[in-house]
């Protein structure tokens, strides 16, 4: 099992950035694939990005160009920085993990988060 924790969110300005960070429990983080989601009000949870164990990343397309997801192994944290934020990117970010290959899916993770406010103002 792993356990995750997320910091990071905020209040900033259209065209501002953040750096959400995703600190995970357990021997065995490098294992698994991560992935962030968000959920505005009245909306499904959507998927934003991921990174597998290997390093692989993918992007929705509404924020790539924009937001870069990483991974730091020693440290058991996973990082992703939004660039150019617009509005619509106000949500609760949430940090999944799964083991096995990658997914677009929030069904497709079994660990979560608590997640973290984002608010984009215009």
């Known amino acids: 099992q792993v356990q995750l924790v997320e910091s990071g969110g905020g209040l900033v300005q259209a065209g501002g950035s953040l750096r959400l960070s995703c600190a995970a429990s357990?021997?065995?983080?490098?294992?698994?694939?991560m992935a962030w989601f968000r959920q505005a009000p009245g909306k499904e949870r959507e998927f934003v990005a991921a990174?597998?164990?290997?390093?692989?990343?993918y992007y929705a397309d509404s924020v790539k160009g924009r937001f870069t997801i990483s991974r730091d192994n020693a440290k058991n944290t996973v990082y992703l920085q939004m660039n150019s934020l617009k509005p619509e990117d106000t949500a609760v970010y949430y940090c999944?993990?799964?083991?096995?290959?990658?997914?677009?899916?929030?069904?497709?993770?079994?660990?979560w988060g608590q997640g973290t406010q984002v608010t984009v103002s215009s």
């Open positions: 999944a993990a799964r083991l096995g290959y990658y997914s677009g899916s929030y069904r497709g993770y079994p660990y």
């Open positions: 357990g021997r065995t983080f490098s294992s698994y694939g």
């Open positions: 990174i597998t164990s290997s390093g692989n990343t």
